[in-house]
């Protein structure tokens, strides 16, 4: 039984990367990478965040230390591999999720997951750069068409949905190519349709950069929530959360956000 425990925290040690372990944290807060990108970005917010939360950043297969699995296929076989991995964070805290462009799919299709098999939701969802999983302004690889190297290099670059300096430099490009080819292959293969009433009860926060022009119609994320939709412009593009004046507004909107929430429990 020890020997199984301990496989299992070294599985979900893969699986969610946490760099500054906070243990007198009142809320968790998980985060979920864009397309091609790994778990550090984010689980570097730990260091920045105020001191009411711990962050975790989840690490996809076949990047970083689980470079050698194989890439993943189905965001739903994704999201239960992520429920797996966060039960035993989510039982002890109240947590929330914040998912930037694909990430924001990732952490939908696990809260959908976490709610129906385990009764748990999230107090608060964040998405960042991305339409509402039903909406018809979702970003699509056209229908028919091979998702190719050259196909996923045009649709990263017409929609900006990609940091351009990463396009221009060829040998970066090319080593992060097979992510993307997953990545893109995944989501292309999701498909949620328009829901017939809200499939969770948590408030629910849209964050879109200024000029980033591809994404549109986040409001109808409002469409998968019965709690209250908020929604935030920040200046900049796709990527207007690399900004250190931006990602300062977003930690402190996320942490008022959760102690807000605690303080109306009262």
């Known amino acids: 039984m020890e020997e199984r425990d ?35 970005h984010f689980a570097k917010w730990g260091q920045k965040i105020h001191a009411s939360l711990e962050v975790h950043s989840i690490r996809l297969a076949g990047r970083e230390s689980r470079f050698e699995e194989p890439f993943a296929s189905d965001i739903y076989d994704v999201a239960d591999e992520i429920a797996c991995a966060l ?7 109240p947590f929330a999720f914040f998912g930037h ?22 107090m608060h969802f964040f998405v960042s750069s991305t339409p509402a999983p039903h909406s018809k302004f979702r970003p699509r690889i056209p229908e028919g068409k091979e998702i190719t190297e050259e196909a996923v290099s045009h649709f ?26 997953a990545d893109f292959r995944m989501i292309s293969n999701f498909i949620f349709d328009t829901p017939f009433e809200a499939v969770l009860s948590c408030d629910l926060s849209c964050f879109i950069g200024s000029e980033d022009t591809a994404v549109k119609d986040l409001e109808a994320w ?42 109306s429990c009262y």
């Open 6 to 40: 301990k496989a299992g925290k070294a599985r979900n040690g893969k699986v969610v990367n946490c760099l500054y372990q906070n243990p007198n944290a009142i809320f968790r807060l998980i985060c979920f990478p864009w397309a091609g990108s790994g778990s550090i």
């Open 87 to 93: 039960l035993p964070l989510l039982k002890d805290k």
């Open 101 to 122: 462009s694909m990430g924001s799919y990732i952490a939908f299709t696990t809260a959908l997951h976490l709610k129906e098999k385990h009764k748990l939701e999230p």
């Open 156 to 181: 990263l670059l017409s929609t900006e949905t990609t940091i351009k300096n990463f396009i221009d430099n060829e040998e970066l490009f090319q080593q992060h190519v097979p992510i993307l080819l």
């Open 222 to 263: 409002k469409d998968v929530t019965t709690g209250s939709f908020y929604m935030h412009r920040l200046p900049g593009d796709h990527f207007y959360l690399t900004e250190p004046s931006n990602e300062t507004f977003i930690m402190n909107y996320i942490t008022k956000c959760l102690e807000l929430s605690t303080l």
